[in-house]
């Protein structure tokens, strides 16, 4: 579904992504993850067209992102970032109905498609009149999805969706996103720094270092086959949040 060839950003003088190339399979979630400054948020806004590369190509679905075809293809991309993202001034309704209103749908199409992704994140519809002051933190979080899933995207991009909830709070987010992602079969990348959230969520794991990929694949092969010396720090590094859980399967 998105392929990256030797992609690469930098911001002044630091590099933020070295030569990057990464395929990204249809229909399946795929996990960056690694420490901060790694560059795997840039890599996100990249397949956003937030900002563009310095060298390399990108592509959707086989066709390439350029500055000609952003908007356009940016349709094609749903994205949440942490806390939600969600405009102040406008309800939870506003919010989630905002690309849809701007495009001109029917307003039966936009009411149905709104109550349509209430159900399906789990979000009661009494709380669309409210504003996001008057809204939990979860709350926000499903307006967030709610907005990114409002033209059907072709892909879900996630950007530690989770990271500021407490962790009752995000542990109830997380079985119904990984329910959602499901249901929905869409590509989805997320962005985390959480091993434990990776292993939950990702049929295939990146794991980055210093703007480059060290290792991908399935979770397990962290574990039984590591790239270098860096897999295994990192794992070990995180090793107390994962104790709970044991090795995963």
């Known amino acids: 579904m998105l392929e990256l060839r030797g992609v690469s950003k930098r911001f002044g003088a630091e590099p933020a992504l070295e030569a990057v190339d990464l395929d990204i399979a249809a229909a399946r979630t795929t996990v960056l993850i690694g420490p901060s400054g790694c560059g795997k948020s840039t890599l996100l806004r990249l397949?956003?067209?937030?900002?563009?590369?310095?060298?390399?190509?990108?592509?959707?679905?086989?066709?390439?992102?350029?500055?000609?075809?952003v908007v356009a293809m940016r349709r094609r991309l749903g994205y949440v970032i942490q806390d939600g993202g969600l405009f102040p001034h406008l309800t939870a309704r506003g919010n989630a109905a905002l690309m849809a209103e701007y495009l001109g749908w029917p307003s039966e199409r936009v009411e149905a498609?709104?109550?349509e992704l209430a159900e399906l994140t789990r979000f009661p519809i009494a709380g669309l009149s409210r504003f996001p002051s008057q809204l939990?933190?979860?709350?926000?979080?499903?307006?967030?999805l709610m907005r990114a899933l409002m033209l059907d995207p072709d892909?879900?991009?996630?950007?530690?969706p989770l990271a500021a909830l407490d962790p009752m709070i995000r542990s109830d987010l997380q079985a119904d996103l990984r329910e959602i992602f499901r249901t929905l079969g869409k590509t989805?990348?997320?962005?985390?720094?959480d091993l434990g959230e990776a292993a939950f969520f990702g049929d295939t794991i990146v794991l980055m270092r210093?703007?480059?990929?060290?290792?991908?694949?399935?979770?397990?092969?962290?574990?039984?086959r590591p790239a270098d010396a860096f897999v295994t720090q990192f794992i070990n590094a995180q090793r107390s949040p994962l104790s709970g859980a044991g090795r995963p399967a």
């Open 136 to 144: 939990s933190g979860g709350q926000c979080q499903r307006v967030g």
């Open 155 to 160: 892909v879900l991009l996630l950007d530690e």
């Open 113 to 115: 498609r709104i109550r």
């Open 188 to 193: 989805v990348v997320l962005v985390t720094h």
């Open 210 to 224: 210093a703007g480059s990929v060290v290792q991908q694949g399935a979770f397990a092969a962290l574990f039984d």
């Open 47 to 69: 397949l956003i067209g937030l900002v563009t590369p310095d060298t390399g190509t990108i592509r959707l679905g086989g066709e390439r992102l350029t500055g000609d075809n």
